[in-house]
């Protein structure tokens, strides 16, 4: 079965949306998004274009702060300070990557963690890892979110990851062992330097395939039933579309689709649900859900 990612997340800004109406209604503060985009990566581009949209059709304010890619560090820090003062602003992103003169693990620990709607400060990343409400990293979240709305099974599964970056095969990981639906499932790390990451796969009931190499997962690697959640997003040039390229999955997916309980595609799988995971955290953060 396909995982409608795309329509999840429709359903999800609308329940989003209906929300901040009732809050607004009763007197309430709509909340408000910021986002810094430093450059004009065209993958950073697109994504903080989309995060303002989905921001309209959840009803939030968004604004938008731009900086060519020469900004020094300190400037930058300087914004994340104001931004970290600013009453009226709920939450906000610093879009990574960063040029390499600006050190993005300074950026990330100068936001404060109450604002830190991405979830990638120490602070919330420890809170995380220890089951106490905080906000979690837009796309593992967002995968928990397609588990539970699709009711599938994890307690007592074998899961395996690829990947182990700080943003999604970390915490997805940590998320997927905690006690817990969508959790209780005994998790398996793989990287590039995993001996044997076939045999790995092969054994694994929910495969979550976050390790950016397009068509990585073939269906030789797949047990036959398995759920596949394929996080790539590697863009490939493709001469027949309008913008020359395509997006491009970890998981080979017409070989890989037949053998699969259920699996996501790309694009419409975990993309737009990431982005989701984003205005839920910034509608707890208007709340003030997790932290005063
Ligand atoms: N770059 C890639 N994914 C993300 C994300 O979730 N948040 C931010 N701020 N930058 C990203």
Redesign the pocket.
């Known amino acids: 079965m396909l995982i409608d990612g795309k329509a999840t997340a429709a359903i999800i800004k609308q329940e989003i949306a209906k929300e901040v109406e009732e809050i607004v209604a009763n007197g309430g503060k709509r909340p408000h998004l910021a ?1 810094i985009l430093v450059g004009h990566d065209g ?2 581009e697109t ?1 903080v274009k989309n995060k303002v949209i989905a921001c309209e059709a959840c009803g939030f304010t968004s604004t938008l702060i731009r900086y060519e890619s020469d900004v020094t560090e300190e400037e930058l820090l300087k914004k994340v300070e104001e931004l970290n003062n600013d009453a009226d602003i709920d939450g906000f ?5 960063l040029p390499a003169h600006i050190s993005e693990q300074k950026v990330i620990e100068a936001i404060d963690y109450r604002k830190d709607v ?1 979830g ?1 400060h120490p602070i919330n990343v420890g809170r995380m890892s220890i089951g106490l409400p905080c906000y979690i ?3 593992p979240n967002g995968i928990l979110e397609l588990l539970k709305r699709y009711n599938i099974e994890t307690k007592g599964k074998k899961c395996v990851v690829l990947g182990r970056s700080n ?1 999604v095969g970390k915490p997805m990981a940590q998320l997927m062992m905690q006690k817990n639906y969508p959790g209780d499932t005994t998790v398996t790390v793989c990287h590039s330097h995993t001996n044997n990451i076939k045999e790995e796969c092969r054994q694994a009931d929910i495969i979550i395939a976050a390790i950016g190499i397009p068509n990585f997962l073939t269906a030789d690697m797949v047990k036959e039933g398995a759920v596949v959640i394929d996080v790539g997003t590697t863009r490939v040039k493709d001469e027949t579309r309008k913008s020359g390229f395509r997006l491009n999955g970890d998981v080979k997916f017409d070989e890989v689709a037949p053998k699969c309980s259920y699996i996501t595609p790309v694009p419409g799988g975990v993309g737009p649900m ?1 982005i989701c995971s ?1 205005m839920k955290n910034t509608l707890s953060a208007g709340k003030k859900e997790f932290y005063k």
């Open positions: 986002a993958g950073s994504y992103i610093v879009q990574l990557p991405d990638f990293s837009a796309t943003i990431t984003l």
